[in-house]
């Protein structure tokens, strides 16, 4: 069995955990809305057409915040069609997705389910086929309580309070050719800054995001986020990173690594954005909204479609990922590397939440379930408190065809008042690791918490008749002895464990579903068990 030896040291802290890495996206794109969070027809839905038992998967998610209405939707997007009575809204053309938008749902229908599910808000405005005076607008009507053309519209629309709404996002990926009025980052940058000048002249507490590099792979990143926070740095509070992951061409070795490029193209845009903050000598520091990341199987996404002029569907499936365990092991690897960046990466978005390349399914009329990417996000979400710690990892590592070498064991720490929280990832495809953590440092000795996704087949998956093939298990191969944590990882697995000092009293666990694993389980009455026992 292979060897990983682990290192904490809590006064090597990365920054505290905000509660915004754990937020989520929701576009009008496929099923994701419509069809998705709301079904009118469905058994579960209540009395404004939104299915119960989405909102119980959302919340048991632990989402904290949530981006919309898009997304590249955005960029073609009036936000007036959305609001007033339903009756009375237009039918429009999606352009992005080539579908029919009712707009069923707008501002105040997403906001009323959003209280459902406990989550903020985060809107992104039109800055593709619109402007400054468009934000401006919404910005009004969303935010002032009252007394203004706008603002009293809101009211009369049912919303007496305003929606309060302080994260916006400057368009959507503007850098991008398929992006509905698609600009250079100089044109783009002059756009924002004015954009979020205006903004802040009417409401000066909102925290505003500029639009990053759509991907790290695009040919003017860097010299995209230079050029743009060179207009717009001293009117905005987050620049946007983007990030999709999949396995190509059969390598899973590569795409368990994800992580790391991830780590890289952090560090990228965080040495970016402090190049410009030097050259100007500002004072302030721009953090990072990763308000995009998640695995997408992008390349079986049809480079062309079909795009009749008499053919726009309603709510088309479109990209209903049905993930795997690799993908869930991959998304938990992908929130270690932003609790790692914590002190830089203060918000992020997992894309997306509910059919559409989502943590959770929906079937028309039917049963709704978690896919394998749920645990791991609902998991961070609940136990990833306090501040986020360095761990160095001494442990064996693997060559990759698109990242180089990389550690077997991918770690990240948490510790809050007493309490630590652990997540790892084995990376090997076919052998177990023995990870040992000194834990005096720590200052935690009980072990309440040790849970696994794994399964022999890392293609395993939910479906609607098997939905809970894939799930967390306890890790019976986890315990405390003699101030030690030893726990065994299965191949292609993640693990999160969760400690205490003998002092604390045992953390309350928010009523989501989970697995216990026997605390300070004896390590030598364990190690025999083999993982699917
Ligand atoms: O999340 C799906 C799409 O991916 C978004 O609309 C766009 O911003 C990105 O390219």
Same mark, same amino acid.
């Given at each position: 069995?292979?060897?990983?030896?682990?290192?904490?040291?809590?006064?090597?802290?990365?920054?505290?955990?905000?509660?915004?890495?754990?937020?989520?996206?929701?576009?009008?794109?496929?099923?994701?809305?419509?069809?998705?969070?709301?079904?009118?027809?469905?058994?579960?839905?209540?009395?404004?057409?939104?299915?119960?038992?989405?909102?119980?998967?959302?919340?048991?998610?632990?989402?904290?915040?949530?981006?919309?209405?898009?997304?590249?939707?955005?960029?073609?997007?009036?936000?007036?069609?959305?609001?007033?009575?339903?009756?009375?809204?237009?039918?429009?053309?999606?352009?992005?997705?080539?579908?029919?938008?009712?707009?069923?749902?707008?501002?105040?229908?997403?906001?009323?389910?959003?209280?459902?599910?406990?989550?903020?808000?985060?809107?992104?405005?039109?800055?593709?086929?619109?402007?400054?005076?468009?934000?401006?607008?919404?910005?009004?009507?969303?935010?002032?309580?009252?007394?203004?053309?706008?603002?009293?519209?809101?009211?009369?629309?049912?919303?007496?309070?305003?929606?309060?709404?302080?994260?916006?996002?400057?368009?959507?990926?503007?850098?991008?050719?398929?992006?509905?009025?698609?600009?250079?980052?100089?044109?783009?940058g002059k756009l924002a800054a004015r954009t979020a000048k205006?903004?802040?002249?009417?409401?000066?507490?909102?925290?505003?995001?500029v639009?990053?590099?759509?991907?790290?792979?695009?040919?003017?990143?860097?010299?995209?986020?230079?050029?743009v926070?060179?207009h717009a740095y001293d009117d905005v509070?987050?620049?946007?990173?983007?990030?999709?992951?999949?396995?190509?061409?059969?390598?899973?070795?590569?795409?368990?690594?994800?992580?790391?490029?991830?780590?890289?193209?952090?560090?990228?845009?965080?040495?970016?954005?402090?190049?410009?903050?030097?050259?100007?000598?500002?004072?302030?520091?721009?953090?990072?909204?990763?308000?995009?990341?998640?695995?997408?199987?992008?390349?079986?996404?049809?480079?062309?479609?079909?795009?009749?002029?008499?053919?726009?569907?309603?709510?088309?499936?479109?990209?209903?990922?049905?993930?795997?365990?690799?993908?869930?092991?991959?998304?938990?690897?992908?929130?270690?590397?932003?609790?790692?960046?914590?002190?830089?990466?203060?918000?992020?978005?997992?894309?997306?939440?509910?059919?559409?390349?989502?943590?959770?399914?929906?079937?028309?009329?039917?049963?709704?379930?978690?896919?394998?990417?749920?645990?791991?996000?609902?998991?961070?979400?609940?136990?990833?408190?306090?501040?986020?710690?360095?761990?160095?990892?001494?442990?064996?590592?693997?060559?990759? #065809?698109?990242?180089?070498? %990389?550690? *077997?064991?991918? $770690? /990240?720490?948490?510790? !809050?008042?007493?309490?630590? =929280? @652990?997540? +790892?990832?084995?990376?090997?495809? #076919?052998?177990?690791?023995? %990870?040992? *953590?000194?834990? $005096? /440092?720590?200052?935690? !000795?009980?072990?309440?918490? =040790? @849970?696994? +996704?794994?399964?022999?087949?890392?293609?395993?998956?939910?479906?609607?008749?098997?939905?809970?093939?894939?799930?967390?298990?306890?890790?019976?191969?986890? =315990?405390?002895?003699?101030?030690?944590?030893?726990?065994?990882?299965?191949?292609?697995?993640?693990?999160?464990?969760?400690?205490?000092?003998?002092?604390?009293?045992?953390?309350?666990?928010?009523?989501?579903?989970?697995?216990?694993?026997?605390?300070?389980?004896?390590?030598?009455?364990?190690?025999?068990?083999?993982?699917?026992?």
């Amino acid at each position: 069995m292979l060897q990983a030896r682990l290192t904490i040291d809590p006064a090597r802290t990365v920054g505290p955990v905000s509660r915004r890495l754990f937020g989520a996206f929701v576009e009008h794109m496929g099923r994701g809305v419509y069809g998705g969070i709301h079904e009118p027809g469905h058994p579960r839905a209540d009395g404004n057409g939104f299915r119960r038992d989405v909102i119980e998967l959302v919340t048991e998610l632990g989402v904290t915040t949530v981006r919309y209405p898009g997304g590249n939707f955005v960029s073609g997007y009036r936000w007036e069609d959305g609001v007033g009575p339903r009756e009375e809204r237009p039918v429009r053309l999606n352009l992005a997705w080539h579908s029919t938008e009712t707009n069923e749902i707008g501002l105040h229908e997403f906001a009323s389910w959003l209280d459902e599910v406990g989550a903020e808000l985060m809107l992104a405005v039109n800055l593709g086929t619109r402007g400054t005076l468009e934000a401006l607008d919404l910005l009004e009507y969303a935010n002032v309580p009252s007394g203004t053309t706008l603002s009293d519209r809101r009211r009369r629309n049912g919303r007496p309070e305003p929606f309060g709404v302080r994260m916006w996002c400057l368009g959507n990926e503007m850098d991008g050719p398929w992006q509905l009025g698609q600009r250079s980052a100089d044109d783009y940058g002059k756009l924002a800054a004015r954009t979020a000048k205006a903004m802040r002249q009417l409401d000066p507490d909102l925290e505003l995001v500029v639009c990053g590099s759509s991907a790290a792979s695009m040919p003017t990143f860097g010299e995209w986020e230079r050029v743009v926070l060179g207009h717009a740095y001293d009117d905005v509070d987050y620049i946007s990173c983007h990030a999709y992951y999949e396995e190509k061409d059969g390598d899973l070795g590569s795409f368990l690594a994800s992580a790391t490029d991830m780590d890289r193209f952090i560090e990228a845009v965080v040495a970016t954005a402090d190049h410009v903050k030097a050259v100007r000598r500002s004072p302030r520091t721009i953090n990072l909204s990763f308000d995009e990341w998640n695995v997408w199987y992008l390349s079986r996404v049809p480079a062309d479609l079909p795009r009749r002029i008499d053919d726009w569907p309603l709510a088309p499936p479109l990209s209903e990922e049905p993930y795997t365990v690799a993908d869930g092991v991959v998304v938990g690897s992908l929130l270690m590397s932003l609790l790692r960046h914590a002190d830089r990466v203060t918000s992020a978005s997992l894309a997306q939440l509910v059919n559409v390349i989502a943590p959770i399914a929906a079937e028309p009329g039917g049963p709704a379930w978690r896919k394998p990417t749920f645990f791991p996000f609902a998991t961070t979400s609940r136990l990833a408190r306090g501040v986020a710690l360095e761990v160095d990892v001494d442990g064996p590592g693997y060559d990759t #065809a698109a990242h180089g070498r %990389v550690p *077997v064991v991918d $770690a /990240a720490a948490t510790a !809050d008042d007493g309490t630590a =929280a @652990l997540f +790892l990832v084995n990376r090997a495809q #076919a052998e177990e690791v023995e %990870v040992s *953590v000194d834990l $005096a /440092a720590l200052g935690t !000795d009980v072990l309440d918490e =040790a @849970l696994t +996704l794994a399964d022999p087949d890392p293609y395993a998956a939910n479906t609607a008749g098997q939905q809970d093939r894939v799930r967390l298990r306890p890790n019976p191969r986890a =315990a405390v002895v003699d101030g030690t944590l030893r726990v065994t990882l299965p191949p292609v697995s993640w693990t999160a464990l969760s400690l205490r000092s003998a002092r604390t009293d045992r953390p309350s666990t928010t009523g989501q579903q989970q697995d216990h694993a026997p605390a300070t389980t004896p390590a030598t009455e364990t190690r025999s068990r083999t993982w699917q026992q």
